[in-house]
C-alpha cells in the first residue's frame, strides 16, 4: 500500500505538475530516441491497469529507458519541468502501486534486461532492474546457484520490482527478506543523481547502509536500476 499512499499524499500536497506537452515529448525523444517513447494508448492501456484490474491510470506517456544514464536525464528533466513520474516493473504489484494515480509519466525499467554477471566465489549476481525473476533465476541455475527469492510472478515481475516491493514469496522462511540478500543496489534519485552502492563485497560495515531505504520503498525515493 506504501507507494500509492504515499504518492496520494503528494498528490494531495503538491497540486502542481506539470502536464506532458510537445516541448517535453521532443526533450524525452532526443534522449530516448522515437522507440522507447510510448504514446500509443493501446498499448499504454496495459500500463495503466493493474494486474488485479482494480486500479487504473490515466497516463498519456510511457518512457522505456535502456540505460541508468537514460534514467537519470529522463528524472533531472521531470525534476526540473514538475513532471511527475510513477516507476513500473512487471505490473504484477497487487496494490496499485505501479499504476499512475492520473496522468503521470509511466517509466518502465523493461527495457533495461542485462545481467551483468556472477561472482561464484561470493555467489553475488549483478543485473539490469528490468530482469525478470524467471529469468534471473534460469541464469543462476545455469551457473549452480539460485535466486533466493521464489513467487508465482517469476515469470512476469522484474527484479527493480522485487527490491521495491521487498517481495517475499516461497523462499522467505528459508532464505529471509531481501534486505538481508541484496548485497548492494544502483538508484536513480529524483533529480537525476546516480547512487551506487553496488559491492562485490558481502561482508561491508562501512558508513551508512543506504541501499536498505530503497528496499520495500516502492519508487518513492528512487528508481532501482
Ligand atoms: C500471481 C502473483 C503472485 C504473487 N506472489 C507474491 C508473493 O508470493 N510475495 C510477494 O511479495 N508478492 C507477490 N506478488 C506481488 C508482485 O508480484 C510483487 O510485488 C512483485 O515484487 C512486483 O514486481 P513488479 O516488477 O511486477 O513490480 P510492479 O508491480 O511494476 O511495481 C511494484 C512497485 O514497485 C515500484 N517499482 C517497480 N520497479 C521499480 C524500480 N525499478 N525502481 C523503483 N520502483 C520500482 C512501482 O512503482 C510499484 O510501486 C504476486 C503477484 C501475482 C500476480
Redesign the pocket.
Known amino acids: 500500500v506504501g ?2 499512499s504515499l504518492r496520494r499524499l503528494c498528490r494531495v500536497s503538491c497540486c502542481c505538475f506539470a502536464s506532458v506537452n510537445e516541448t517535453h515529448l521532443n526533450r524525452f525523444r532526443e534522449i530516448l530516441g522515437d522507440r522507447d517513447v510510448v504514446t500509443d494508448s493501446d498499448v499504454l492501456a496495459v500500463h495503466n491497469q493493474d ?1 488485479l484490474k482494480q486500479y487504473h491510470g490515466k497516463s498519456s506517456l510511457m518512457l522505456q529507458p535502456r540505460t541508468t544514464e537514460a534514467v537519470s536525464k529522463v528524472l533531472a528533466y521531470c525534476n526540473d519541468n514538475r513532471i511527475s513520474v ?9 496494490v496499485g ?2 499504476i499512475p494515480l492520473g496522468d503521470e509519466v509511466i517509466l518502465s ?1 523493461l527495457k533495461m534486461r542485462q545481467i551483468r554477471g556472477i561472482n561464484k566465489t561470493s555467489g553475488i549476481v549483478t543485473c539490469d ?1 528490468g530482469i525478470t525473476l524467471e529469468e534471473l533465476n534460469n541464469f543462476c541455475r545455469e551457473n549452480a546457484f539460485i535466486v533466493p527469492l521464489d ?3 517469476k515469470g ?3 527484479i ?11 523462499r522467505f522462511l528459508r532464505y529471509g527478506t531481501l534486505h538481508g540478500t541484496v548485497s548492494g543496489l544502483e538508484v536513480v534519485m529524483a533529480n537525476g543523481e546516480i547512487i551506487n552502492t553496488l559491492d562485490a563485497l558481502r561482508k561491508d560495515n562501512t558508513g551508512y547502509d543506504l541501499k536498505q531505504l ?1 528496499i520495500g ?3 518513492s525515493l ?4
Do not use: D
Open positions: 507507494g500509492r494486474w510513477v516507476p513500473q516493473g512487471g505490473n504484477t504489484g497487487l502501486g505501479s525499467l532492474a513467487l508465482g510472478a512476469s515481475c522484474t527493480g520490482g522485487n527490491i521495491s516491493t521487498n517481495a517475499g514469496g516461497i530503497f520503498a516502492e519508487g528512487g528508481v532501482v536500476t
